[in-house]
């Protein structure tokens, strides 16, 4: 099986790319933990994902595989999420039971994320659910890491699926903590240590 190529996307993309990201978080745990029902994932997760799209498209930082199978968005150094958006919604979104809970995660997500002036930031990958299990995913991550290694940069990210972990690990990222959400559910910071890629 031959895999995809990736390319980086532009701003053209955005519809594509919130089409892959939002089939391939349909059944991301902590997602459905805050956004329970459909109508209120559909609504709200496509709207979480623009709070980073277009800083990661601006940067050329985000990626497409060449049949529109996966989509990865980092954040380089120095490029930001729209914080006060996501904040705003939120809050909107969330069930107001689930707000406080929320917000705890949210400043326990912020204590793991690296300050150093070099770390790359991978908010969201995800393949669509057609294409899972081909090596999408490892084709997406194995291109920036690569551009990690060679700039000797640190990564970052959060990982809201169990059973992602095991691929972040094959590509070299480390376990922080395991910080537990809802019924059992648990988001894992992990980082990626600088690497000379000697």
Known sequence: ?????????EASDRPTLLNILTLAFAADPFNRWYLPDADRFLNYFPQMVETFLDQSIEAGACYLTSGNEGA???????????????????AEAAPQPLLEPL???FEAFESFHPTDNDCWYLPLIGVDPGHQGK???GV????????????GALGYLESSTPAN?????????EILEQLPFGDGGVVTPMIRPRSSGT
């Open 1 to 9: 099986m031959q895999l995809p190529r990736i390319r980086q996307a």
């Open 72 to 90: 990865a968005l980092w954040l380089p150094p120095g490029v930001s999420p729209d914080e006060e958006r996501m904040e705003a919604l939120m």
């Open 103 to 105: 917000a705890e995660l």
């Open 135 to 137: 090596g999408v995913g």
């Open 140 to 151: 997406l991550m194995n291109h920036v890491t690569t551009l990690l290694d060679e700039r």
């Open 165 to 173: 972990i095991s691929l972040y690990l094959r590509h070299g990222f």
